[in-house]
């Protein structure tokens, strides 16, 4: 609301399987069996659709089995057409990929200036940010490139087509790796509420973050209590309502609780948003709570956040950074270092494969590609420093040039 009230063309895209955007709207989407749902206009300027992830794999299964299917019978005993759509629905991370795509396409269009993506919560909203990398780093292993381009001017007709069929997947997918890596374009909101026990899996969603290279924007603290008049001091204690007590305290645990999370999260806005009373449907009420945000932070352009600075996105990245720490030749130590405010150091992993150093934290696991100077390199060791983790390595004896400055 806030970015259509600026003069921004917007698009509201719903990632959640619950399809709730509608009910929150107080909008019917048209839900046509066997049909991806299209794009509503809601409000001059604002655009909103709800990303069925069965219906576009439904789609875009069809054009696959046209494609590979030889119209006659089928090779090596496979047969595409065999398969159910909705079977493919069980294959780890095929929905959220689909729907990623189809995010990435919208972006890439020039219809809209802003694109707001409603996720489902944080365990599976880091899942999707994850199918990216994961389908990559399989399809790099089990089929490399050089392997796929062979395929591609071989004799075996379905295979080099399958091949080139991989080849586009592969490159919606790099495009959408890209796109939630690149800072400049794309970031998130954690929205929370004013609890204790949601203090913890907030700073694990923020260090999840980092550590998958998303740049969080903001805290949005919903349903916070607005301030109230206070008791009478001249008054006994025990003559106010109950009622009243209980409101008191409550909004007092809500502003420690927020307090709290403001120490544990510096330099990431937390913003308010006050309890409305009647729950928020509707274009009307959603337009009155952004109003109400708005005025949280004092200002009145919605992309405040946003920058503009190279050095403000490159520090803030999350990309590793590999730096020479001392010696030379064979005695040289390197340094890998990059953002990781971890909030249970006990969860902290780190593994080697190939070429590949995998970091694992609250949770979450990255696979982060090495540099070419540490791919001849091991880990001499790894340390946590102020939020951020350092794995230091010492060159391969049988790996290491000879004749680069070893003494």
Not at 91 to 98: C, D, F, I, S, T
Not at 207 to 220: E, I, K, P, Q, Y
Request: net charge negative; hydrophobic share 45%.
């Amino acid at each position: 609301m806030s970015y259509a009230r600026s003069g921004r063309r917007v698009l509201v895209a719903s990632l959640d399987q619950a399809h709730s955007l509608g009910d929150a709207l107080g909008f019917r989407f048209p839900h046509d069996p066997g049909t991806v749902t299209g794009i509503a206009t809601v409000l001059p300027g604002l655009d909103v659709i709800e990303v069925d992830s069965l219906a576009l794999l439904e789609d875009r299964f069809r054009d696959v089995v046209r494609v590979l299917s030889p119209g006659t019978g089928h090779d090596h005993g496979i047969d595409l057409a065999a398969l159910d759509p909705a079977e493919l629905t069980g294959l780890p991370g095929v929905q959220e990929l689909l729907m990623l795509v189809e995010i990435t396409q919208f972006a890439n269009e020039d219809d809209w200036d802003v694109i707001v993506i409603d996720c489902p919560p944080s365990a599976d909203m880091l899942r999707i940010i994850t199918a990216p990398d994961t389908l990559l780093g399989y399809l790099e292993r089990v089929w490399p490139p050089h392997a796929r381009a062979m395929s591609t001017v071989g004799t075996d007709l379905r295979r080099a087509v399958l091949a080139a069929t991989v080849e586009r997947i592969v490159k919606a997918v790099t495009e959408v790796r890209d796109l939630l890596a690149d800072h400049r374009r794309t970031g998130a909101r954690l929205i929370t509420v004013a609890e204790r026990v949601t203090l913890a899996e907030s700073e694990r969603v923020r260090s999840a973050a980092t550590l998958l290279g998303l740049r969080l924007d903001a805290v949005v603290v919903n349903k916070v209590l607005p301030p109230t008049t206070p008791l009478d001091p001249a008054a006994p204690l025990d003559s106010a309502h109950p009622a009243v007590h209980w409101y008191l305290n409550r909004r007092a645990e809500q502003l420690a609780a927020i307090a709290e999370l403001e120490r544990a999260m510096p330099g990431i806005p937390v913003l308010i948003a006050q309890h409305t009373g009647p729950e928020p449907i509707g274009l009307t009420s959603l337009a009155a709570l952004s109003y109400a945000v708005d005025s949280d932070r004092n200002t009145g352009d919605p992309a405040f956040m946003l920058s503009d600075s190279p050095t403000e996105v490159d520090a803030s990245s999350g990309e590793p950074m590999v730096r020479w720490e001392s010696g030379s030749g064979l005695h040289a130590i390197y340094t890998l270092r990059m953002p990781l405010p971890v909030v249970d150091a006990a969860t902290l992993r780190l593994g080697r494969v190939e070429d590949d150093l995998i970091v694992g934290a609250d949770g979450v696991r990255r696979r982060v590609r090495l540099a070419p100077v540490l791919r001849r390199c091991t880990v001499d060791g790894a340390e946590l420093d102020g939020g951020q983790l350092v794995v230091r390595f010492r060159p391969d004896p049988d790996l290491w040039p000879e004749g680069s400055g070893d003494e």
